[in-house]
């Protein structure tokens, strides 16, 4: 059995959302002991005890110690749920699970890729860990901080399933035997795609990009100039009349200079 870390809790009497709350004023956290052959038992464990347990967890799966005032007999839990405030993060209510050294018990307890797998480092794959934490029955002596997985004969596009995984003594898999738990898979490739832009067919008959082209490097694509002569007076539009020609010998507007003479 890995070693347990401890803890000490206090028993609390009140209980509900005004009582929850004048503990945390305290820095105290509320928290609860369940067990199989036992009913709940109401406790508090001081807030920056609570975090140095965390940190000496660090992800693992431990065994954790009570230590309650009054009593010579230590309680041996884990920890089950922790809820924290999903704004401020701080932590509101703690359950911990009791459990017998006698007795088997269900856990789940966190994946772990040892070495160096084949794909990543020769195929240029990226390992994917499927499941991140794994269902199993087992005694507290037999309790395995991590479930490692070897991963080093990995390759590109292979998968490491529950079935395929050393047995660990004294640990029995609950999960599905086809569970897929690790794999290495191919790089995502980054996929850019050029725009196209329409074409207009110029005064020649070749293609030619319409206005506000843009071309594969992202950049505007300058419209052609027009020949000479292919300008056209801009149509009129829907509706408009037509503007009426200027009547024989009238006068220019004023400030406007006459006409120079057609050449003959």
Known sequence: ???????????????????????????????????KHTD?????????????????VAGRTLLIELEQAGRTEKALSFLQEIQRDPITDRYLHVDLHEVKA??????????????????????SGVLEINTHSLRIRVLPKDLPQAIEVDVTELKVGETIKLSEMKPIPGVEFLDAKGQPVVSCVEPVAEVVSAVVAPTAVAADGTAAPAAGAVGADGKPVPAPAAAAGDAKAPAPAAGAKPAAPAAAGAKPAAGAKPAAPAKK
């Open 40 to 56: 709940p038992e109401k406790l508090s464990v001081v807030t920056t005890e609570f975090v140095k347990l965390l940190k000496a």
């Open 1 to 35: 059995m890995n070693t347990p870390l401890s803890l000490k809790v206090v028993a609390r009497g009140q209980t509900g959302r005004s009582a929850s709350r004048r503990l945390r004023k305290t820095n105290s956290i509320p928290a609860i002991l369940y067990g």
């Open 102 to 123: 006698n007795e088997k018990f269900e856990i789940r307890v966190p994946v772990v890729a040892v070495g160096e797998s084949f794909g990543v480092k020769s195929q």
